[in-house]
């Protein structure tokens, strides 16, 4: 067995962590949203057609913020065509996942749905196909209490009171060719600027979120966030970032290496936003909304065949990755990865939440299940408030094609606001187990009284509606007084000390 040493220091604090962070991503995509979280006439719909299973496994989660409507769809959405009554609302072909729109769920459903699910919503205005005066127009319709035509228009659909949404995105992925109305740098640094300063005018306690680059690998990755610092730095909070990974080469030791990525990509972000500050000698810092990351390539063989199909069906099943053990270890380690960058990383959206590349699952009609991915976001989302500790890591490593020394042990820990330390921790090698030593140095009150763990001898094992416990986790017993706790080969930990 390989041996690990874990430093605790309650004074090497990397920051707070938001909340936020363990936020995730319905878009109109798939069957997110109809016949995952909406579908009248299932028999666990309550009187507004919203799936109470599906709503019980969100609520688990503890999910603090739902971005909404997209995602790509947002690039071409009208917002004003899913208010007002239901039966009179367009049907659209909707051409970021060519399918049908039917606007059966609009603001106004999906701010209720919202509340039941104790989250905020986190919206995304349409940059794509639209600009400023229709965001200012949405902002007025959800926030204001005035006597004005879009906040009596939201009174006259049934809402008295705002809706108080704090969290915008200003488009989504606009340096992608593949975004309806995809835009240069400097086209869309300047319309997010305008559309950014209007909707401030019209409430200036609202923050936003700037496109930044769509992933890593965009040739415009560096110049398109520059481009956007420089136009729009006294008008946004944060920069988004996106990353999806895939292990389509199957190979699991490069795969699961692929968080020390993910670390590159926020330490570069974050050292471009700290340039534009130095550059215009501003107080302001630009912090990081990591506004979509998973693992997804599943489905994808099956959705291509689809888009090229051209037949615009209704809430067809798009990105509905059945995710494997493998997925839920490199889950694991991207969010110990965001929690690692706490004091920048201030937003984070797990893509996404129901159906599509998500935790939850559900058939029409039937059942209402987890994905492998959904425990260790459970987890995180769980036992992760607090404050991050910077981790002091000792680690054998192993070399892949892309990194010569990639660390057995990922980990990172959290001092919680009862006094108590969680540690989540992968062990990434797929034979070795590692014998953890924890140096609680200072925290000498503190002994370890939780191990939960996440662990399938086959890396492919997955959960389906006839054995969801296939891959779920168990608590390992423990005496409290260990020294030395064992994490198996391939292996999530939450290790709860108080
Ligand atoms: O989450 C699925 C899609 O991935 C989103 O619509 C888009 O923003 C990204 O490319």
């Not at 810092?285 to 979509?292: A, K, L, R, V």
């Not at 037949?311 to 990865?337: C, K, N, Q, R």
């Not at 492919?460 to 260990?482: C, F, K, Q, S, W």
Request: aromatic share 10%; glycine share 8%; hydrophobic share 40%.
């Amino acid at each position: 067995m390989q041996k690990a040493k874990l430093i605790l220091d309650r004074d090497y604090q990397i920051g707070q962590v938001d909340p936020r962070i363990y936020g995730s991503f319905l878009e109109h995509l798939g069957r997110a949203i109809y016949t995952g979280i909406y579908e009248p006439g299932h028999p666990t719909a309550d009187a507004e057609g919203f799936r109470q299973d599906t709503l019980k496994l969100v609520k688990q989660l503890g999910v603090p913020l739902v971005r909404w409507p997209g995602g790509n769809f947002v690039s071409g959405y009208r917002w004003e065509d899913g208010i007002g009554d239901p039966a009179s609302r367009p049907r659209r072909p909707e051409m970021a996942w060519f399918s049908t729109e039917s606007n059966q769920v609009g603001l106004h459903e999906f701010v209720s749905w919202a509340k039941k699910a104790d989250t905020e919503v986190m919206m995304a205005v349409n940059l794509g196909t639209r600009g400023p005066d229709e965001a200012r127009d949405l902002v007025e319709y959800c926030n204001l209490n005035t006597n004005t035509y879009f906040a009596d228009l939201r009174r006259k659909n049934g809402a008295k009171d705002p809706f108080g949404i704090k969290l915008w995105c200003l488009g989504n992925e606009m340096d992608g060719p593949w975004q309806i109305g995809h835009k240069t740098a400097k086209e869309y640094a300047r319309v997010a600027h305008e559309a950014g300063k209007l909707m401030k005018w019209i409430d200036p306690t609202i923050e936003l979120v700037a496109c930044g680059s769509s992933n890593l690998n965009m040739p415009t990755f560096g110049h398109w966030e520059d481009t956007v610092l420089e136009e729009c730095y006294d008008t946004i909070d944060y920069v988004s970032m996106h990353q999806y990974y895939s292990n389509a080469s199957g190979d699991t030791p490069e795969f699961l290496a692929r968080s020390l990525h993910m670390d590159q990509f926020i330490k570069g972000v974050v050292a471009i936003c700290d340039a534009a500050q130095a550059r215009k000698h501003s107080k302001k810092q630009i912090n990081i909304s990591f506004d979509e990351w998973n693992v997804w390539y599943h489905s994808n063989g099956h959705d291509q065949a689809y888009y090229d199909s051209r037949v615009w069906h209704e809430a067809p099943p798009l990105l509905e990755d059945i995710y494997t053990f493998e997925d839920a270890l490199l889950v694991g380690s991207m969010l110990i990865t965001l929690l690692k960058h706490a004091d920048r990383v201030k937003v984070a959206c797990l893509a996404q939440l129901v159906n599509v590349i998500a935790p939850i699952m559900t058939r029409p009609g039937g059942g209402a299940w987890c994905n492998t991915i959904y425990w260790p976001y459970m987890h995180a989302s769980l036992y992760g408030r607090g404050t991050a500790l910077q981790p002091l890591v000792q680690s054998p490593t192993f070399a892949t094609k892309e990194y010569d020394a990639v660390p057995m042990l990922d980990s990172v820990a959290i001092l919680n606001p009862d006094g108590g330390v969680t540690i989540f921790a992968v062990n990434r090698d797929e034979k070795e187990d590692l014998a953890l030593n924890l140096d609680l140095r200072a925290f000498p009150n503190l002994k370890p009284k939780e191990h939960l763990l996440l662990h399938h001898d086959d890396m492919h094992a997955i959960n389906t509606e006839e054995n969801p416990d296939n891959v779920v986790p168990v608590t390992m017993p423990l005496r409290g007084d260990e020294a030395e706790i064992r994490l198996p080969a391939r292996s999530w930990n939450v290790i709860r000390l108080g």
